[in-house]
């Protein structure tokens, strides 16, 4: 997890815990609303820039294996004398 990842969910939380507290000490719901959907845009955008990440990783993990065997392919024929 990095950093923007962090805080996106330390903000989610946090706009719960607002959202909530709110809510207990008899705050209408029209009123504090924007809290509730402040905390929902910052866990849809933490999955989001997660999903991001983590394909970002797969190809960087999938180009190196393809990349890693052409060079070994290119090393076992330069070392039997052949070119690639």
Avoid: D, H
């Avoid at 609303?33 to 999955?47: H, P, V």
């Avoid at 070994?72 to 039997?80: E, Y």
Wanted: proline share 1%; aromatic share 10%.
């Amino acid at each position: 997890m990095n950093l923007k990842e962090t805080l996106l969910l330390s903000a989610a939380v946090g706009f719960f815990l607002i959202w909530m507290g709110e809510l207990f000490n008899g705050i209408p719901l029209k009123a504090s609303y924007i809290w509730a959907m402040g905390s929902i845009a910052c866990l849809l955008y933490f999955q989001y820039a997660k999903n991001v990440r983590l394909k970002q990783e797969e190809e960087r993990v999938a180009t190196k294996r393809s990349t890693g065997g052409i060079e070994k392919k290119q090393i076992s024929l330069k070392r039997k004398g052949r070119k690639a």
